[in-house]
């Protein structure tokens, strides 16, 4: 039964904060056929406890529709405060984001969606990211502020057959508020500790009889958490600024257009991590950290992270802009509707970072700055009504393009801390040592997509699905090394002249270039990837009664190949790079999904349950070998990825004037075989043994953390992915009483999450545990209906310490820093609507 419109609706006693229901009928959402607008077309509840999607003149609850999915209305943001992505997290167990800054950040869903780490351009996320039906290419394009935001849906398992984008872990989707033909605005302020400040203001009406508009804007500015003692500046500061405008037109009671445009700008100084603890590696003791920072005289100002002081010697910045505009078409052919999306979109990115972690001037230059611009094409047409066959089938087209200009500069620490022997005592060596890349990605995608709905009964349904994708990708990495100072070291280098410049050295000299080619490796590539596929769903459900719901889903996806853009590791013999590396196969997915949905006492308790096994050959994983040239890491295969786990989500209101809500997740994720994987910290940095013909490792290494000889790779199988939690669960509640008017209340609300311990390393490592932490938020206010809202709020009430993510410093010096998530933050908000 595929929807035209959705829009949700909870009557006084619909499902309090977050709607988190195991369900399916978003999976149309982004690939809804979206009736004309008529200016009544709201959805209410049919029942206490329900939330109603109302598809083209019928109203249905999203309890009987089988996929799982999770809603979060306009109401639960606000009262949460969840105006980003990486604040939905602590509503939705299944979801992880993570962010080292803006660029570097990954949604995932089950444990899956983006490899762990720092990006590359070359690769695509497991999550599509959607606003207004359009979907985001890159997710860095997805950390802006929300901005007059109606619902956010995420819905979790393999995707393809009703979206435009093919996506194997799932889908987060946006929908903002609709221009309304009748006038009405709202204006929201608030107030906090760290000074901050937050103003949001919508306001929409008629122009015409059939001319609608809607503005709305929003900023955010706060001082950051984080003291940086060397300049006196405080870093993880919030600066966002973001309007949004809309115009619907209705020329006929058949027609519509909906024209949007949106513009943010994000200038933060952000995002640090700095030291965390230390994990002994085989380097040579006297080459790791403390040996090191000994013989600079170094100390960071606190051994304990959460002392929020550091004092990063490089600029730090995070400025992104980000904009575009969508067009929405509509048309009703009176048994079916015909949609299309037409979007444009743009994501500059400006940052400063500081690579080395420390004080100490190692590397003193590391950016990317990059401009993406991306169109998409989507056209969908959706059978009208209830009908014994339904059916939704579309094609979808986008392109992208992604410019990237990088550069990495070496600082009069670096020869001391990266180099060994005679080379390392002279500061001459790699001071000034500087790699600018020029780095080039375009990406076109197309594919034809379809979806059938058969009534077998009147409570069995079967619903197939099926997609013919093709990806194509080519890219262009060059990167040219250079030394001009003034020194007897000097030189440019490039992929033509390397050779020959090596040629030309003997003796001393000689050892000094390589040591400063092996430091930044020149190297030029243009890696290319093409491939068709095809995949398929189907989901059989059936209704046992008007309130339980059952159904069984198998899914077969995949996520398209990539090339790698972030530079590529040595090759064996050090000589050049390893071109094998250039690209990565295709994750070809295999899903198994049963759910059971169920409501009881007239719909005042709601539980739901789901379990899934998930497959996943040619897992592309993030890693990095530990040497000194790769500090972003590239992109692999592991054989084979398990992830399987089950999912709950309740609701019970006992009283009109009490609400409680819980939901959690199992997820169980492993690399089932993955031999050639990367070695965790305490295995790397000594000498790399040698492998035979059959790739069998000559020699016996060294103990973990124990100097000596190294494996140059690792058989991880049956280990945990990274940045996957083994149980979460969020929960809470509200409890009110009237007072004064018949709509004035007082309201006390508590909503707390809770994440066990997860690995922050692509192999998982003694010393990269993050562990399990909860968090507590607490609001108190007076509210009368939608006019007036008046509370305090405080987040992370008990001033929980924890991780964000942990990293390694390259080279093996057994540095592991941090990104400690925000301390207790309180505030002030109030908001007013007409």
């Given at each position: ?13 619909t ?6 229901i ?8 982004p690939a809804q056929a979206t009736?004309?607008?008529?200016a ?5 509840a049919?029942g ?6 109302t598809a083209?003149?019928?109203?249905e609850?999203l ?8 809603v979060l209305?306009?109401?639960?943001l606000?009262?949460t ?5 990486n604040?939905?997290?602590q ?6 984001f993570f ?8 949604i995932n869903i089950r ?12 690769i ?7 606003v207004?039906?359009?979907?985001i ?5 997805s ?6 935001v ?9 995707q393809g057959?009703?979206y ?9 989707n946006i929908t903002?508020k609709?221009?309304s033909?009748s ?5 929201e ?16 009406g008629p122009i015409?009889?059939?001319l609608a508009?809607r503005?709305?804007g ?6 950051g958490?984080v ?7 405080d870093l993880q ?8 405008g ?13 024209l949007?445009g ?13 030291y ?10 006297t ?16 051994y ?7 004092d990063l010697?490089a ?21 079916a509707t ?10 500059d990115w400006?940052?400063?970072?500081d690579?080395d972690?420390t004080?100490l001037p190692i ?12 169109f ?6 959706a059978s ?12 979808f ?7 990237t200009?990088?550069s ?5 620490a670096?020869s001391r801390?990266?180099l060994?022997g005679?080379?390392?005592?002279d500061p ?9 890349n020029?780095?080039h990605?375009?990406n076109?995608s197309?594919?034809?997509?379809g979806k ?7 409570k ?11 990806d194509k990708?080519?890219g262009?990495y060059?990167?040219?090394v250079?030394l001009?100072?003034g ?27 390589q040591?400063q ?12 990837f093409?491939d068709w596929?095809l ?11 008007r309130?339980?719901?059952?159904y ?5 996806s995949?996520?398209?190949g990539?090339?790698n853009?972030?530079g590529?590791p ?5 000589t050049?790079?390893d071109?094998t590396t250039?690209?990565?196969?295709p994750?070809?997915?295999n899903?198994?999904e ?9 719909r005042k308790?709601?539980l739901?349950v789901?379990g ?12 990095n070998?530990?040497?000194v040239?790769?500090i ?14 089950f ?13 409680l ?5 199992y997820t ?16 790397t940095?000594?000498t790399?043994l040698p ?5 069998n490792?000559?020699?016996t290494?060294?103990?973990p ?5 190294s494996?140059?790779?690792?058989d ?6 990274p ?10 509640g509200?409890v ?18 809770y994440?066990s311990?997860?690995?922050?390393n ?15 938020n ?6 009368e ?15 929980q310490n924890?991780?964000e993510l942990?990293q390694t410093?390259?080279g ?11 301390p207790?933050?309180w505030g ?7």
């Amino acid at each position: 039964m595929y929807k035209n419109f959705i829009r949700l609706a909870a009557t006084a006693s619909t499902l309090p904060f977050a709607a988190l229901i195991a369900n399916p009928a978003f999976a149309q959402a982004p690939a809804q056929a979206t009736a004309p607008a008529t200016a009544d077309a709201s959805a209410e509840a049919s029942g206490p406890g329900d939330i109603v999607v109302t598809a083209r003149r019928r109203e249905e609850s999203l309890q009987s529709v089988p996929v799982a999915l999770s809603v979060l209305d306009s109401k639960t943001l606000d009262a949460t405060g969840a105006f980003n992505v990486n604040r939905l997290q602590q509503q939705l167990p299944s979801v992880q984001f993570f962010s080292s800054n803006p660029r570097n950040s990954a949604i995932n869903i089950r444990g899956l969606g983006a490899p762990f780490g720092l990006t590359n351009d070359g690769i695509e996320q497991g999550v599509g990211f959607y606003v207004d039906q359009v979907y985001i290419g890159r997710i860095g394009a997805s950390t802006l502020d929300f901005v007059d935001v109606e619902r956010v849906e995420v819905l979790r398992g393999p995707q393809g057959t009703l979206y435009g984008k093919n996506t194997t872990a799932g889908a987060l989707n946006i929908t903002t508020k609709k221009p309304s033909f009748s006038p009405e605005g709202q204006a929201e302020f608030s107030l906090g500790n760290y000074h901050f400040v937050q103003l949001k203001a919508t306001v929409s009406g008629p122009i015409t009889d059939n001319l609608a508009v809607r503005l709305s804007g929003s900023g955010t500015r706060r001082d950051g958490t984080v003291q940086n003692v060397l300049t006196g500046t405080d870093l993880q500061r919030q600066d966002n600024v973001g309007v949004r405008g809309s115009l619907l037109w209705k020329p006929t009671d058949t027609l519509d257009f909906t024209l949007s445009g949106d513009f943010n700008v994000q200038n933060p100084l952000c995002c640090v991590q700095y030291y965390a603890r230390l994990a002994p590696t085989q380097r040579a003791t006297t080459r790791q950290y403390n040996a090191l920072a000994a013989a600079f005289g170094y100390r960071p100002p606190s051994y304990n992270a959460f002392d929020r002081v550091t004092d990063l010697d490089a600029n730090i910045n995070s400025r992104q802009e980000i904009g575009g505009v969508s067009l929405v078409a509509n048309k009703d052919l009176g048994s079916a509707t015909l949609t299309s999306v037409t979007a444009y979109r743009y994501w500059d990115w400006k940052p400063a970072n500081d690579r080395d972690f420390t004080g100490l001037p190692i590397t003193t230059v590391s950016q990317n700055p990059s401009q993406q611009r991306q169109f998409s094409q989507e056209l969908r047409l959706a059978s009208n009504g209830t009908n014994k066959l339904d059916y939704t089938v579309g094609a979808f087209f986008f392109t992208q393009t992604i410019n990237t200009q990088g550069s990495q500069v070496q600082g009069s620490a670096a020869s001391r801390w990266l180099l060994t022997g005679a080379d390392s005592l002279d500061p001459r060596v790699l001071n000034g040592l500087t790699s600018t890349n020029t780095i080039h990605f375009s990406n076109q995608s197309a594919a034809l997509f379809g979806k059938l709905n058969w009534a077998a009964t009147d409570k069995l349904h079967v619903q197939p699905g099926i997609r013919l994708n093709y990806d194509k990708k080519s890219g262009y990495y060059d990167a040219v090394v250079s030394l001009q100072t003034g020194s007897p070291y000097d030189f440019v280098a490039n992929a033509d002249n390397v050779a020959a410049l090596l040629n030309s050295k003997t003796g001393a000299a000689k050892t000094t270039l390589q040591n400063q080619l092996n430091t930044l490796a020149p190297q030029r590539y243009s890696p290319e990837f093409s491939d068709w596929n095809l995949s398929g769903d189907i989901n059989v459900s059936y209704d046992f009664s008007r309130d339980v719901h059952g159904y069984a889903t198998y899914a077969y996806s995949f996520k398209s190949g990539g090339i790698n853009l972030s530079g590529l590791p040595l090759n064996s013999t050090s000589t050049g790079v390893d071109l094998t590396t250039q690209t990565v196969k295709p994750e070809k997915v295999n899903n198994f999904e049963v759910g059971l949905k169920t409501q009881f006492f007239d719909r005042k308790l709601t539980l739901n349950v789901a379990g899934y096994w998930t497959e996943i050959s040619d897992y592309q994983a993030t890693v990095n070998n530990n040497a000194v040239n790769v500090i972003r890491g590239y992109l692999a295969n592991a054989d084979k990825v398990r992830v399987r786990g089950f999912e709950f989500d309740g609701s019970v209101r006992p009283t009109e004037w009490l609400s409680l809500y819980s939901s959690g997740s199992y997820t169980d994720a492993k690399y089932v075989r993955f031999k050639n994987a990367p070695c965790s910290p305490e295995r790397t940095g000594g000498t790399a043994l040698p492998v035979d013909a059959n790739g069998n490792v000559i020699g016996t290494p060294a103990a973990p953390g124990v100097p000596g000889n190294s494996l140059p790779y690792c058989d991880i199988s049956g280990q945990v992915l990274p940045g996957v939690s083994k149980w979460a669960f969020s929960f809470g509640g509200e409890v009110h009483v009237p007072v004064g008017s018949s709509q004035g209340q007082v309201y006390l609300g508590y909503d707390g999450s809770y994440r066990s311990r997860f690995s922050s390393n692509p192999s998982p490592s003694d010393y990269m545990w993050i562990h399990g932490y909860s968090l507590s938020n607490f609001r108190v206010g007076y509210r009368e209906g939608t006019k007036l809202n008046i509370f305090g709020w405080v987040r992370n009430a008990f001033n929980q310490n924890y991780y964000e993510l942990l990293q390694t410093q390259s080279g093996s010096t057994g540095l592991i820093v941090g990104q400690p998530g925000d301390p207790r933050t309180w505030g002030l908000t109030v908001k007013t609507s007409f």
